[in-house]
């Protein structure tokens, strides 16, 4: 049957938001707090995924038992270092240095929970830089997108011009793999029929 359970997006970025509008799903919007301090020996997808998971139980208990809580997390990665969202410019500035005119990856993790069953995995994308200099580095810091996005820069605005080439899901980047969300929802029970939810036997 179709259903409307209640969404719950565990997350404050309003990129997230934008991608569950943009597939038609009504939510609200509950930020969970969590530590995002990486455990030690820590591999990034183990971080990724943990702090997804880690945001969707924040919130169990907190909403009705049939909701859907939504949980998140992206991170970049280079020669095996994180790159989280940038403590000041001069962070932001170091960052834009060290991914400058190469490739790195991006991990997003998504994690559904609901009715006391959670589902989650990760969604890996390579995403390659061109060269840019100071001079550019600066004047983008200065537009202050860089400031509350990992790895120091947004591929849906101003960082579209420096991203020479994607391999992968392009929302994932953005913060919020949908493709992935989708599968995630089956595995709970829900098809996703654009726009709406129908209520299906989990899959196994």
Known sequence: MTVSPEIVLASQSPRRRELLALIGLAHE?????????????EAPEELCERLARGKAFALAGKTAAAAVIVGSDTIVVVDGTVLGKPADAADAARM????????????TAVAVARSGKIESAVERVAVTFRAIDDAEIA????TREPMDKAGAYGIQGYGATIVSRIEGDYFAVMGLALNL?????????LRYEFGRLVETAPIP
């Open 139 to 142: 004047a983008y810091i200065a």
């Open 29 to 41: 919007v509950r930020p969970a707090d969590i530590d995002e301090s990486p455990l030690a020996g």
């Open 96 to 107: 834009l240095r060290l991914l400058s005119g190469r490739s790195h990856t991006v991990l």
């Open 181 to 189: 969300l989708v599968r995630l929802l089956a595995r709970v029970g």
